[in-house]
């Protein structure tokens, strides 16, 4: 279901991903195995056809998505290697983050608001990286959930 989250728009060539709403569209229309579904693109506003990742990128995910830093979030930020302007993006909150150092501040910032979340990432040279999925607690979600909201809900996160 994650590997359904990133698409390129036909019409400006940008990658975005899939909000909340546009993944319960698309979500069923997969799952029924329509080739053909029509999503609007962010970024120019465009109908542009989406057409599921490539199977690689489900392979990589887990190597190299973090854990989404916003809480009540247990979602996935993928990085979208955009040659103009790569960005990070979470496809089940929708928020994005232009520069990693606010991504990784998000991260520092959530950790220390809830300490189980440092369980999803590890300290690489003094900067966040992915962890192992197996070191989280196993009601990771539930937690996630429970979570009082964040004060700051812009989906750009800078
Ligand atoms: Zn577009
Ligand atoms: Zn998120």
């Keep these: 279901m994650d590997s359904i989250k990133k698409v390129r728009c036909q019409v400006c060539?940008?990658?975005?991903?899939?909000?909340?709403?546009?993944?319960?569209?698309?979500?069923?229309?997969?799952a029924k195995g329509q080739g053909f579904i029509m999503v609007e693109c962010p970024r120019c506003g465009s109908s542009t056809q989406y057409v599921k990742a490539q199977e690689t990128a489900e392979v990589s995910r887990h190597v190299a998505s973090y854990r989404c830093p916003i809480t009540q979030c247990a979602g996935w930020v993928d990085s979208i290697?955009?040659?103009?302007?790569?960005?990070?993006?979470?496809?089940?909150?929708?928020?994005?983050?232009?520069?990693?150092?606010?991504?990784?501040?998000?991260?520092?910032?959530?950790?220390?608001?809830?300490?189980?979340?440092?369980?999803?990432?590890?300290?690489?040279?003094?900067?966040?990286?992915?962890?192992?999925?197996?070191?989280?607690?196993?009601?990771y979600e539930e937690l996630v959930e429970k979570e009082p909201p964040d004060p700051l809900d812009e989906l750009v996160r800078g």
């Design 81 to 139: 290697n955009e040659q103009t302007l790569p960005f990070w993006g979470c496809g089940e909150c929708g928020s994005v983050w232009y520069e990693e150092k606010n991504l990784q501040k998000d991260i520092a910032d959530v950790v220390i608001l809830h300490p189980y979340r440092a369980r999803s990432y590890k300290q690489l040279n003094g900067s966040w990286v992915p962890g192992d999925l197996k070191s989280e607690p196993a009601n």
């Design 13 to 30: 060539e940008k990658a975005f991903v899939l909000d909340v709403q546009q993944q319960k569209f698309v979500a069923p229309l997969v």
